[in-house]
């Protein structure tokens, strides 16, 4: 993805009979830096970032340090009515941005102080009135601080007169475009304040911050990442991370030992130096975060808790299982499901749901077939530990199958793992 914005002019070329003083100077700050924190990482939760790809990296102070870096990941899903607002406080279809979560034009605001339907991105305050779109009035109680429409933010006007008595007033103003006011999101919502390509900087002082460019070369870095073929540097205490064009593959890593996105910084010490190898492939190691490419899991630490944790392939047969989220949900190929996976068990991909086989995930089955506990193992999928398996149900004499069904003209007597259809 490539950003839109201006890029100034690198002014490395300056100076030259000056670098080595330079040099020594940067290596200093990074070494002070790196006392406070060694690692750098992406927080996708920062509000502060579009969400878009790009790489950053962790390492290892006082000693022989790997540094690591991110893959260039798409945004979080977002839009849609019940996802969370994209950047900007945007949803899709003139949708409403209810407290950080998307609300369907058409379908209700909310209660109380937000009311009425969605309609372009406007609602309705608590008096009846048209609020939260550009040129309304902010919803909420009393004056509101609250708007619903894309790139849209409250400014509330304190109270006019010669006393300064005057009620306060508010209006939603726009926001979110490069060279306007950052946009204000729900507390803990992760949506960006401004549109892609662009972050939230400045402010301090009393200034207001302000959307700008980021993620190019000599930019501001987007939260922690930049564009395709860049690397967010570590920057000395106290200044801004900018993006710059090192850390590639089989290059130098960047100031702090960070890499490019697939890359990973060995051999750096207190953050300088170092190279970057590929990372996140099979029988290389894992990139930041412990994450692999997909159709990879980063496997178990070696044993002594020396060396780099590795990538291994998984979703195959008789292969681990991938991770799919940070929830811990796990998941195999096509015709395949996790078979065991619970705690710091990984589980194991293989066939399941028809008869002998092990149950599928959520202890469910084929059609015709009901997930059970070995003979003597207890209650049906509930044996206390005992394997559990599918077995043919719904027939005359045959357990009951989910939900205590049978086939046409039976019916299910009994409880638990004694019910049976006759």
């Not at 040099?23 to 992406?42: D, E, F, Q, R, W």
């Not at 975060?289 to 899991?297: E, P, S």
């Not at 077995?391 to 086939?407: E, H, K, V, W």
């Amino acid at each position: 993805m490539t950003y839109l914005g201006p890029a100034r002019q690198s002014d490395r070329s300056k100076g030259i009979g000056a670098l080595p003083a330079l040099v020594i100077a940067s290596a200093l700050s990074l070494v002070v830096a790196a006392c406070g924190s060694s690692t750098s990482s992406i927080n996708s939760n920062d509000a502060s970032v579009n969400g878009k790809g790009g790489a950053t990296g962790t390492s290892s102070g006082g000693g022989p340090g790997t540094g690591t870096g991110a893959g260039g990941a798409a945004g979080p899903v977002c839009g849609a009515a019940g996802q969370p607002c994209c950047a900007s406080n945007t949803c899709n279809g003139g949708g409403c941005c209810v407290a950080g979560n998307c609300i369907a034009a058409g379908a209700t605001c909310g209660a109380n102080a937000i009311t009425g339907t969605c309609t372009s991105g406007s609602c309705q305050n608590a008096a009846g009135a048209a609020c939260g779109a550009i040129g309304q009035v902010c919803c909420g109680n009393n004056v509101g601080n609250t708007c619903t429409a894309a790139g849209a933010r409250c400014t509330i006007t304190p109270g006019g007169g010669a006393d300064g008595g005057g009620g306060a007033t508010s209006m939603c103003t726009a926001c979110g475009t490069n060279g306007a006011a950052c946009c204000q999101v729900a507390n803990g919502s992760g949506v960006p304040q401004c549109d892609t390509g662009l972050s939230c900087q400045g402010g301090g002082a009393g200034a207001a911050q302000m959307c700008a460019p980021c993620g190019g070369a000599d930019q501001a870095c987007c939260g922690n990442t930049c564009n395709a073929g860049l690397a967010c540097a570590a920057a000395a205490a106290g200044m801004a991370r900018t993006c710059m064009n090192c850390g590639a593959l089989s290059a130098a890593c960047c100031p702090g030992a960070i890499c490019q996105t697939g890359g990973v910084c060995t051999g750096a010490m207190n953050g300088v130096g170092g190279t970057c190898d590929a990372c996140g492939g099979t029988g290389q190691v894992c990139c930041a975060g412990n994450t692999c490419d997909t159709g990879f899991r980063c496997g178990a630490a070696p044993a002594g808790g020396g060396g780099a944790r590795m990538c291994e392939a998984c979703g195959a047969s008789g292969q681990a299982c991938c991770p799919v989220n940070a929830a811990g949900g796990m998941a195999c190929t096509t015709g395949l499901s996790c078979i065991g996976a619970g705690g710091a068990n990984a589980g194991t991909c293989g066939v399941c749901g028809a008869a002998g086989q092990a149950c599928c995930a959520g202890n469910t089955c084929a059609v015709g077939f009901a997930c059970v506990a070995a003979p003597g193992g207890g209650a049906d999928a509930g044996g206390g530990g005992a394997a559990l398996s599918c077995m043919a149900c719904g027939a005359s004499g045959q357990r009951c199958c989910a939900n205590r069904t049978c086939n046409t003209g039976l019916m299910c007597t009994g409880n638990g793992g004694a019910a049976t259809c006759g």
